[in-house]
């Protein structure tokens, strides 16, 4: 499927913390932007120049979405589905832009015999135990 972009569904409001560092000078020109009503408050702020970021790179991001068969958007492995993986002796090679989730009543032992790799460029939502079991297959 060379060529190809993948697209997960997505779920808006479901977001990731993340925490950054911004010099005083920086900061107060964003309050002075947020007081003077162009956002609604430091966040608005940030979200918005982040998007601005990505509009500027979408090119980019695209291409190399492509070149690494990346699929984007929301991926939810079941129990159910890493069984079948299992039935049909496969292996995932999970490659994921955006958020991969792994159901709370999936085992270590069932998560180790179904994925080869995962490789998310976003967050991994699993129990800890199936995170500490496929830690070396984390990129």
Not at 38 to 52: E, K
Request: avoid cysteine.
């Amino acid at each position: 499927m060379a060529g190809e972009i993948h697209h997960l569904r997505e779920r808006s409001g479901e977001t990731e913390k993340i925490t950054i560092n911004v010099g005083f000078v920086d900061l107060g020109h964003i309050d002075l932007l947020v007081r003077e009503g162009f956002y609604s408050n430091r966040t608005d702020f940030i979200r918005t120049a982040i998007r601005n970021q990505l509009a500027t790179h979408a090119d980019a991001v695209k291409q190399s979405i492509v070149r690494h068969t990346l699929e984007l958007g929301l991926r939810r492995y079941s129990r159910q589905d890493l069984e079948t993986v299992k039935s049909a002796g496969d292996k995932l090679r999970v490659q994921v832009i955006g958020l991969v989730t792994i159901a709370d009543d999936v085992t270590p032992e069932l998560a180790l015999s179904t994925i080869e790799s995962i490789t998310v460029l976003g967050a991994l939502q699993a129990s800890k135990a199936v995170k500490a079991a496929l830690a070396d297959r984390i990129r």
